[in-house]
């Protein structure tokens, strides 16, 4: 079973910054808070991960909550190829990846 | 970031043929690979484990006989889907852990292979 509760869908204006929560209420210690999405047809791309400190990347922002109960994942300017099912994933390190069913996020022009 | 390739990436086959997806690591040793399932408009369904030279581990409710699994080396994991159907008819994705890569992000997601059985 995933560990991970998101909505359904969402939708973003483009150019806005888009803003993907995610509850874990469960979270291990030992356990991160990933981030995948998937475009259409392809297979999923890593995007982001973070242990308890908030992190940066060229793609996102992963703010997460100091209880570790839940987390956001920023998608600064957001763009239509931003289009795509965003995961949230809580796992250990070199666990397998399970799938929940994810955040369709919808890149409005 | 490392690279995983799948062959083919579309297969159209007949019902009661078997067919075989490729998953390879292009520039890093994985011993560890996964493959997934995915029908349309569903999230990813993890069917089991690859690990090389040694037997895969299936999640409950795969067929191991339908869907056999050989990791024979530390760069390639194949998927024979036997006797397929037209159930069987999804979107097969298979992943490769990279352990030299802690730190980043450790998984790399292939491509996908879409598999129509007639």
């Known amino acids: 079973d995933a560990k991970t509760t998101q909505p359904p869908s969402m939708d973003c204006a483009e150019g806005r910054a888009a803003n993907l929560p995610c509850n874990h209420s469960?979270?291990?210690?030992?356990?991160?808070v990933y981030w995948y999405r998937q475009i259409h047809s392809q297979g999923p791309q890593y995007i982001i991960h973070?242990?308890?400190n908030n992190e940066t990347n060229e793609m996102a922002s992963l703010i997460i909550t100091e209880d570790r109960k839940s987390s956001t994942l920023i998608l600064p300017h957001a763009t239509l190829r931003d289009t795509a099912v965003y995961y949230c994933?809580?796992?250990?390190?070199?666990?397998?990846?399970?799938f929940g069913k994810g955040t369709r996020l919808h890149i409005l022009p | 970031g490392a690279v995983v390739s799948q062959h083919p990436s579309r297969v159209i086959c007949k019902s009661g043929t078997s067919v075989k997806i490729e998953c390879r690591s292009l520039?890093?040793?994985?011993?560890?690979m996964f493959w997934y399932r995915q029908f349309p408009k569903q999230s990813l369904m993890l069917m089991a484990t690859?690990?090389?030279?040694?037997?895969?581990?299936?999640e409950q409710g795969v067929e191991k006989d339908k869907f056999l699994i050989n990791h024979a080396s530390l760069t390639l994991s194949t998927l024979t889907v036997t006797s397929a159907h037209p159930e069987d008819s999804s979107f097969y994705i298979c992943?490769?852990?990279?352990?030299?890569?802690?730190?980043?992000?450790?998984?790399?997601f292939g491509p996908g292979t879409r598999l129509t059985v007639l």
């Open positions: 992943s490769a852990l990279n352990p030299g890569n802690r730190g980043v992000n450790e998984q790399f």
């Open positions: 973070g242990l308890k």
């Open positions: 520039d890093f040793q994985a011993t560890t």
């Open positions: 469960t979270i291990s210690g030992n356990e991160y």
């Open positions: 994933i809580v796992r250990a390190r070199d666990d397998k990846i399970i």
């Open positions: 690859s690990n090389e030279g040694s037997k895969a581990t299936y």
